[in-house]
């Protein structure tokens, strides 16, 4: 898909996007502040972007409600140093060899076959030493495999996945975890809303939006397990 394109669902309609145009990255703006504030409030000085896409985000302009903030991000997380790494486009794992203070694998996760989560899981905390943050969803996707199916393969409970990092955690109880968990959901109007809510065991981090859900690290889950 990274190298022949894919289709995806825009205003009813499939529509067919050019290998260019295809997971260029920029879906991380969505959580680019999410993340500064994982990035200050550890400290963190290198980063990995794991599924990273084409790294378009990384020579883009940063803004908020409209108005240009930073030159690149960069300079908006105050970090320099940041690894890039897409198993679709880079053989060459040598990236992943080494440790950083933070991982990121923003639209990823729900890509990815349930059978394969967990070892994808481990590898993210084992390369991280501050923090790892990721966002899943519960819904489709607008973007569609080859076969037809939809790109979200993996669409399981918020507790689900709480319980699925919270048992890698117990390996690595020094790294923090944010889970930004997406949600569809139809209004009294009968219209469609996109909600997210925050699964994290960094209690001293305040996160924005209504749907934050703090984690006590010593939190053991019950019922819908992974």
């Known amino acids: 898909m990274h190298s022949q394109g894919v289709s995806r669902r825009k205003d009813g309609e499939l529509v067919f996007y050019e290998a260019s145009d295809t997971f260029l990255g920029r879906g991380v703006f969505q959580h680019a502040k999410t993340i500064r504030r994982l990035i200050a409030a550890t400290g963190a000085r290198t980063l990995l972007d794991y ?60 890509l990815i076959p349930e059978e394969d989560i967990r070892w994808v899981v ?8 501050k923090f790892v943050f990721c966002n899943v ?19 399981r409970s918020s507790l689900w996945w709480r319980a699925l990092f919270t048992a890698e955690n117990k390996k690595y109880p ?16 009968g219209e469609t809303i996109n909600k997210l809510g ?26 819908d397990g992974p």
């Open 137 to 155: 969803m519960d819904y489709a996707s607008a973007t569609f495999l080859p076969s037809g199916e939809n790109a979200c393969v993996t669409r």
């Open 51 to 110: 599924g990273s896409g084409k790294g378009r985000q990384y020579s883009d302009d940063v803004y908020q409600n409209g108005k240009k903030i930073a030159e690149t991000l960069h300079e908006y997380w105050q970090i320099q140093n940041i690894a890039c790494y897409d198993p679709g486009i880079v053989e060459d794992a040598g990236t992943l060899s080494v440790k950083y203070d933070g991982v990121i694998a923003t639209n990823v996760l729900s």
């Open 198 to 223: 925050y699964l994290h065991n960094c209690q001293d981090l305040s996160l924005s939006g209504k749907g934050d859900m703090p984690m006590k690290t010593s939190m053991t889950s019950s019922g």
């Open 174 to 189: 020094n790294v923090r975890f944010c889970i930004a968990y997406g949600t569809r959901q139809v209004n009294s109007e």
């Open 122 to 129: 481990t590898l993210l905390f084992s390369r991280a030493d």
